[in-house]
T-cell receptor, first 113, second 111 residues
């Protein structure tokens, strides 16, 4: 179904450590997943995406893992920096409506210098 | 490219007034989306267009909300009459294929 906003989970990490942000999705018809980063006062910004026929994709300092068996998505950020502090959203699209992106509730990442 | 441009950045209006939010998508993008963001409900898709034609408006909360896209470079979201519960940040996004680019949003406060 459609995502509904909940109390925002928060993750605090020390600068230089790796961060892992998790996301669960419920619709088995979802076939494309995206991670977005939203800094305060700005719109969400694309980070990385992954199709359902993949289980891992790497970008610059970021890796997305997809486990379709348990409907779980994660974003790993290597060597977390203060500039990574933001709210991170996972988003999904359905096979039947690939241009309609549905956002999860988001996770707030706070980096401790 | 200047990205997706939204105006105004902030809008404060009294309950019952008409509000019009504006969006200029990235040139060449054929999809345009309107989202609303609140702490309670997160990011909600209101409506989206493809080649200026509305494709899905199932997220539009009530008849008080309407959206238009008269040409490829401009879209409006109108609320008439506005209510305090419409207070939120409204985002416009555009895309070509599967990459969304969001604008900076319009923070609407209805008092």
């Amino acid at each position: 179904g459609e995502s509904v906003g909940l109390h925002l989970p928060t993750l605090s990490v020390q600068e230089g450590d790796n961060s892992i942000i998790n996301c669960a999705y419920s619709n088995s018809a979802s076939d494309y997943f995206i991670w977005y980063k939203q800094e305060s006062g700005k719109g969400p910004q694309f980070i990385i995406d992954i199709r359902s026929n993949m289980d891992k994709r790497q970008g610059q300092r970021v890796t997305v893992l997809l486990n379709k068996t348990v409907k779980h998505l994660s974003l790993q950020i290597a060597a977390t920096q203060p500039g990574d502090s933001a709210v991170y959203f996972c988003a999904e699209t359905l096979k039947t409506s690939y241009d309609k992106v549905i956002f999860g509730p988001g996770t707030s990442l706070s980096v401790i210098p | 490219d200047a990205g997706v441009i939204q105006s105004p950045r902030h809008e404060v209006t009294e309950m019952g007034q008409e509000v019009t939010l504006r969006c200029k998508p990235i040139s060449g993008h054929d999809y345009l989306f309107w989202y609303r963001q609140t702490m309670m409900r997160g990011l909600e898709l209101l409506i989206y267009f493809n080649n200026n034609v509305p494709i899905d408006d199932s997220g539009m909360p009530e008849d008080r909300f309407s959206a238009k896209m008269p040409n490829a470079s401009f879209s409006t979201l109108k609320i008439q009459p506005s209510e305090p519960r419409d207070s939120a940040v409204y985002f416009c996004a555009s895309s070509l294929a599967r990459g969304y680019t969001f604008g900076s949003g319009t923070r609407l406060t209805v008092v």
